[in-house]
Structure formats: structure tokens, C-alpha cells
């Protein structure tokens, strides 16, 4: 069965094609024929999932959104293929996360956090209540197996 598969955001007919087959309110023409031949899904929903303070929702909802992704875009694993996101807290949940979403996802591209969120401990110590607001960025996540949540 062929159809008219319009690009999205088209204004007139002549960016139309005809194809077996696609899902054009997602992506223009994947079926290869508009000049799609693989694109990586970067997660913009899921940029402040693997920066959550709280440890276990962190890691489900970066879970979860690995697992919806995976299976939203699975019938066209060939042209697509979403980023995982991989929370970078500790290198526990950053190897636990990678190896579900390779080994029982199937992803092929990963999102890491582009950094992690240090207390300062004497700021801490000093004034409780503002130190809870005081951080530093651990920009290449060398140090954040000292990290507790």
C-alpha cells in the first residue's frame, strides 16, 4: 500500500513523496526515500533525569525512559536509534544502567551526564539550611563514587 508521506512542516506538495511506509509526525520520511538514511535520537526530555538529587527516582526515571524509548523506536531500528541516558552519580548505577540498556535494550548511543553535583561539605557544616543550596560541578564525574544521596 503506497501513500503520500509529507515532510513535517512542508508548506507546499512538492516536499511530498510517495513511500511504502513511515511515521511522518515523528520524523520526515524514515522510510530512506526523503533522505533519511540513520539518525540518532538525542533525549532532550531526558537532560535532567541523570541530575536528580534523589537517588532512586534518578535511576527509575532514567530507566524509564530508556525502556519507553527503546520500544517506541524499535520497529525502525534500522534508520533510528534513541540515546540511552545514563545517570553518572556513582559508577554503580552508571554501569548498571549502561548494561541494561545494551544488553536488554539494545540501544547503540548513550547520553552521559555532563556532570555531577558535589556538596561543599563546609558549607554544610556551617550553615545547614543555605549549605543544602551550595555545590560543585565534578565536570568529568571523577569523584563521584565519594558521592551520597
Request: proline content about 7%; hydrophobic content about 40%.
Amino acid at each position: 500500500m503506497r501513500h503520500t508521506c509529507t515532510l513535517v512542516g512542508a508548506a507546499d506538495e512538492k516536499y511530498a513523496r510517495s513511500c511504502d511506509g513511515c511515521f511522518a509526525q515523528i520524523a520526515p520520511c524514515p522510510c530512506g526515500r526523503g533522505g533519511l538514511d540513520f539518525t540518532v535520537l538525542y533525549p532532550t526530555l531526558g537532560l535532567a533525569f541523570p541530575h536528580l538529587e534523589h537517588a532512586e527516582l534518578r535511576q527509575a526515571t532514567c530507566r524509564a525512559l530508556n525502556t519507553f524509548n527503546a520500544d517506541y523506536f524499535r520497529a525502525y531500528a534500522d534508520r533510528m536509534t534513541p540515546a540511552a541516558v545514563i545517570p553518572m552519580h556513582t559508577p554503580q548505577e552508571a554501569v548498571a544502567e549502561l548494561a541494561y540498556t545494551v544488553n536488554e535494550l539494545g540501544l547503540k548511543v548513550m547520553m552521559l551526564a555532563r556532570h555531577v553535583q558535589g556538596p561543599i561539605p563546609a558549607a554544610v557544616r556551617k550553615e545547614p539550611d543555605i549549605g543544602q543550596y551550595a555545590f560543585w560541578l565534578d565536570t568529568f564525574c571523577l569523584d563521584s563514587a565519594s558521592y551520597t544521596s
